[in-house]
């Protein structure tokens, strides 16, 4: 198949080239390429004339999202709307990354693809317009992926959670993690791995839950981290109310996926997903162990 990535150079979009570069005819098109909120510069998709669209570009620092409504909007829901008619147009799916933030958090259980969204800020609510504009066409995926790790790390966001927190334990900082918001880490590896699943197998089109399974604080992913690298830097637990941030965020947005079981899809546990991801980054080597 023809399978073309917006925001290839992204962490989700690296990891989708490499998992569907060896059987698939991969176009990459990142910032640079085109611009997702201006139909005029996305016209350029239609000249290779992709199967598949896949859409991982997103404005999502959440705080940052609050100040700029309007940038949040033009790239996640009119760049969703975008891709979309375009897709339409040219017969091709279209695959939109979307996000854990559109639930509100008050489930205070695995958020499954059958439960209604109610988002809390105004990143999660520009991704829920995005999924909605992204249904004009009828060939389409939404994809909801959640706190998300990756070998490139988040170009929107500079890293992830992972390298935040080997970096601050080489710096022998005393390091504060909250330990009441849940959710489920996520290896991009893995996402991408499933999405390419998702693509061969032709399952019907709709909304699906791709993240590691299982979930945690973000202060156990934390601990869970250091353990694994076998080190004991200063961590402490806190509560989100001592965070000063603009955005609000669910306490409780961990997803599981109903739907790709039904498929025989299964993603593995995320303990097992960052071992990996920390072997395939080189941090389980002993220099990088003294440097903590
Ligand atoms: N990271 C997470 O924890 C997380 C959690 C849940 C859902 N998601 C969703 O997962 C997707 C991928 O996330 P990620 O972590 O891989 O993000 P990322 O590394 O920031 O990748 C996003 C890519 O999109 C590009 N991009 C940004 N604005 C664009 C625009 N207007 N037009 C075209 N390309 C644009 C970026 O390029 P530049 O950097 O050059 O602008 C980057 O290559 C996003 O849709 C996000 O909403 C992420």
């Keep these: 198949m023809r399978i073309a990535i917006i925001g290839s150079n992204g962490q989700l979009g690296t990891d989708l080239v490499k998992a569907f570069k ?3 005819e991969v176009l990459g098109f990142t910032h640079k390429d085109l611009d997702v909120s201006d139909y005029n510069s996305c ?14 570009a997103a404005f999502h620092k959440t705080d940052q999202c609050e100040e700029e409504p309007l ?15 375009l897709s339409k147009e040219i017969d091709a799916t279209t695959i ?17 693809e059958e439960d209604a969204p109610n988002p809390i800020n105004t990143y999660g609510i520009s991704k829920l317009a995005g999924e909605c504009y992204t249904k004009q066409n009828p060939k389409h995926y939404i994809i909801r992926v959640a ?3 990756g070998v490139a790390g988040a170009s929107g966001k500079g890293g992830n959670f992972v390298e935040t927190m080997i970096d601050k334990a080489r710096k022998g900082e005393t390091i504060n993690v909250v330990d009441d918001m849940w959710m489920s880490p996520t290896y991009t590896k893995d996402a991408a791995e499933t999405i390419k699943k998702i693509v061969e197998l032709g399952i019907p089109f709709g909304i699906y839950h791709a993240t590691n399974e299982g979930q945690c604080t973000w202060f156990q992913f934390a601990s869970e981290i250091f353990k694994l690298l076998g080190v004991t830097p200063k961590l402490n637990s806190i509560k989100t109310i001592q965070l000063q941030v603009k955005a609000k965020r669910p306490m409780f947005s961990a ?13 593995r546990r995320w303990e097992e997903a960052l071992r ?9 080597n002993k220099c990088f162990l003294q440097q903590i």
Excluded: W
Aim: one cysteine or more.
């Design 71 to 85: 940038k949040t909007f033009s790239v996640n829901a009119i760049g969703a709307r975008n891709i979309a008619l």
């Design 43 to 56: 016209l350029v998709l239609k000249e290779c004339n992709p199967e598949v669209i896949i859409n991982t």
């Design 22 to 24: 060896a059987q698939h």
């Design 255 to 267: 997803l599981k996926s109903i739907k790709l079981l039904k498929h025989g899809i299964k993603m």
């Design 96 to 112: 939109f990354i979307s996000t854990d933030y559109v639930f509100d958090g008050s489930k205070n259980e695995p958020y499954t």
């Design 147 to 149: 706190s998300l790790f």
């Design 276 to 284: 990996e991801y920390l072997m395939e980054k080189g941090h389980q």
